[in-house]
């Protein structure tokens, strides 16, 4: 039999306080949504509580911060009829009971005070329309009229309404639903995805900020192409991400095919996820491949190419990261050097691996060299497993010479050796062209092993490069 108590999982201090507080000013209120979700899921339990007040949200909140010792401050959203209270690690969020109306053209509804039952039926999922009571006659008692907890058993995501009026309503749950989908590992329910699929057209009613909210969540689940099929399947995908729908498919010219970029993203997109949980390395290899759609040709000689299409992907990723208000900050650049770089350690590891080659690879990645390499890592996804052994190892001997370069020569973040200022003052040089191409020699000295990255070494350089171009060493100096 189903539990239908939880008053033993209320154990956080403030749940007396607010239930004390609601029953001073008597109204009912019940903690909702996300954290009893959780709780019931035997998740860490979430630090935003959402309470919800049959009655006025704002002054529940008023009470329980006069209430809780030290009297924390409370944020009060009057437009929305809420609040908002911070304690220790907690986010307490106080909202009224409601019902929603909406309009065509927005996502924002009109907005009526309502009853808990109306309030949990204008929720998104079952799973998240639970609420436990935290009234004196009932505490800790699951109140669940849309029997979420099986559901939640179920691992199914189905709307409380007929879904075709929660997704129209606000599309917003579209993607949340596959952010859940993907975050939990649950089943959209099949009427649930048919009405995401018919009602795709309206995500454009939502922001692009929201959107992005959600799929960064996708992004940061444990296996991303969960989601990203999901996108795919309901025909979300060319409304958001074009330029990924345009990877998909294999075409055929005498014979010769190439592999399917879309799916291959996904297996790689999926492979970095083990590796590293920063979102924006997963964004570099979500797009890694981006500018292979709009450079792709067929050779007669050499088969299937795509000339440049690291330096075209990188292009497009700025205009998709401004599309989608995406930061074009030096987040976004970092994705765009990402894509840029993304065949250099292959070309490198392919052939006979030499220190001049990882001097530039470190001198050009700079600090993001072992992200590059975590991305090429990922990148691999041949079926072939001697191939994908031969690949790997190649792989480690790049980083393992990486390490040994750096020790040796520390090109990270190079700083010229020998500085501008120091090359006019020897020569007795304004600000000229001269001082460029010996700073210039220097450094391709130092990256091709002429020279050790050194003062003296390159100040020696210098005069050798000086006297080359017909400069008279400044007796003075
Ligand atoms: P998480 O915090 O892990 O993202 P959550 O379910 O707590 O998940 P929130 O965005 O914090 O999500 O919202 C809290 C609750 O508010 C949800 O559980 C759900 O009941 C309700 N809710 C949030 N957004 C919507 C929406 N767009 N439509 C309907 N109900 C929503
Ligand atoms: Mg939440």
Known sequence: MTRKNFKQELQDEVFPIIAKSAADIGIDCYVIGGFVRDLMLHKKIPK???????????????????????????????NFGTAMIRHKALELEFVGARTESYQADSRKPFVENGSLFEDQERRDFTINTMAIS????????????????????????KTPLEPNITYSDDPLRMMR????????????????LLAISSNRDRI???????????????????????????LHETGLLPLLFPELKALQGIEEIEGQRHKDNFWHTLEVVDNISKATDNLWLRWAALLHDIGKAPTKKFDKKVGWTFHGHEFVGSKMVYKLFRRLHLPLNEKMKFVQKMVRMSSRPIILAE??????????????????????????????????????????????????????????????????PVSGEEIMKTFNLKPSREIGIIKEAIKEAILEGEIPNDHDKAFEYMLKKGEKLGLKVNPKR
Do not use: W
Request: proline content about 4%; aromatic content about 6%; glycine content about 4%.
């Open 48 to 78: 935003d509580i959402d309470i919800v007040a049959v009655g006025s949200g704002i002054a529940l909140a008023k009470k329980v911060a006069e209430a809780i010792p030290g009297k924390p401050k409370i944020s009060v959203f009057k």
């Open 134 to 157: 935290l009234n004196q006659e009932n505490y800790g008692d699951l109140i669940d009229p849309f029997d979420g907890i099986k559901d939640l058993k179920q691992k199914l995501l």
């Open 177 to 192: 639903a596959i952010r859940f989908a993907t975050q939990l590992g649950f089943t959209i329910q099949d009427e649930s």
């Open 204 to 230: 454009k009613i939502v922001s692009k900020e929201r959107i992005i909210d959600e799929f960064n969540k996708i992004l940061l689940s444990p296996v991303p192409s969960v989601g990203i099929v999901l």
């Open 351 to 416: 052939d006979h691996i030499t220190d001049s080659a990882i001097r530039r690879l470190v001198f050009d990645a700079g600090n993001h060299v072992e992200d590059l390499m975590t991305l090429c890592e990922a990148d691999i996804t041949t079926k072939n497993p001697r191939k994908q052994q031969r690949y790997k190892n190649n792989f480690k001997r790049v980083r393992n010479k990486i390490v040994e370069v750096e020790a040796r020569d520390s090109l990270r973040n190079f700083q010229p």
